[in-house]
């Protein structure tokens, strides 16, 4: 028998996971929820960026980077992120053979959080983390979507005064910000949503309370926003019609090109902190529904009613050979979990 190729033996591995009905991919070294997520090289590579662990207290708050070769099903530890503490609420995208990792909050021993502007890039051929220009507005639990593989948009947010309707896009290959047409709704974070053939799509969130008592209410609200091709600040906005299911915060979402797809799955029926509770205390309760947003037709589909091993918490959706991946994130019970899972696409 010939023995194949050093070179095609990735190859193969990366078929043999194709091939399965129920890919087996290995669980990440540790266990962690609101971890920032990216994926490199055609979706081969992928990454969860720091997160809180199974204690789910201030100082297991980790800046650890967990790196997934799809190819060899194997993982490996990536250089830590810059810093003297992790953050929760980042949002991470791979663009231009970097990930690049914007804001998030840092949480110390009296809970208090407090969120940063910080943007770092992560070279993995250099293993080594370069800081950019800082987030004009910081902001935390946004939406992040990339175009043309250079403008990066994060949409929304909460900054220190509570959530904000900027659109601030950061163009990769200058280093450099600018502020695209605000939202035209109310503010939110915690929402859900991506970016795909020059479309936003985002739902859902955490606004203000008008009312007594809770601080915060999850919105209902579905919107659309196209961007200019001649001038990347340039979006018009539309509303949407209700996406499937109840309203939700902290549903994990992700876009995929090739399916013209935005993709959402889970999520908590209110808005609640990292531990899962919300602002009585109590513990939310997760969603089973997967659904999708078609960019063509501009229609909403379900994919699931039940769908198997829901998460919420985590940070976005993945695009990969062997379908949408979700890194971690926080299970039924609150449990923060080290799985990871391919979503059903329909």
Known sequence: MKKLPV????????????????????????????????????????????????????????NQVYILHLASAKWSDGRPVPGVAGRLGASAVGVRGQVFLFGGYVVDGQGTEITVGD???????????YRGADIPVPVDSAVLGVNHDRFIYLVGG????????????????KNAWSQATPLPGTPVYGHAGGLAEDTIVYVDGAKKNTAAGSPYVASDDCWLGKIDRKDPNKIEWS??????????????????????KILFSGGAASPHNFKGLDS????????????????????????SEDTYDVRFDSRGILSTPVGPIILGGMVKNQAVTARVVVVPKK
């Open 7 to 62: 070179f095609l033996l990735p190859l193969l591995g990366a078929v043999i996971l194709l091939a399965a009905d129920q890919p087996k991919i290995p669980a990440m070294p540790g266990a962690v929820s609101n971890n920032a997520v990216a994926v490199l090289k055609g979706g081969l590579e992928l990454y969860s960026l720091m997160g809180v662990g199974p204690k789910k207290t201030w100082d297991d708050i980790t």
């Open 119 to 129: 943007v770092n890039s992560y070279v993995p051929e250099e293993k080594r983390w």
């Open 158 to 173: 909460r900054s220190k005064n509570g959530p904000v309707n900027n659109v601030q896009v950061y163009d990769a290959e």
């Open 239 to 260: 509303k949407l019609p209700p996406h499937p299911g109840p309203a939700r915060f902290g549903i994990v979402a992700g876009a995929g090109e090739k399916d013209h």
């Open 280 to 303: 009585e205390g109590k513990p939310a309760e997760i969603s089973p529904v997967t659904f999708a947003f078609e960019v063509h037709g501009r229609r909403w589909e379900t994919v």
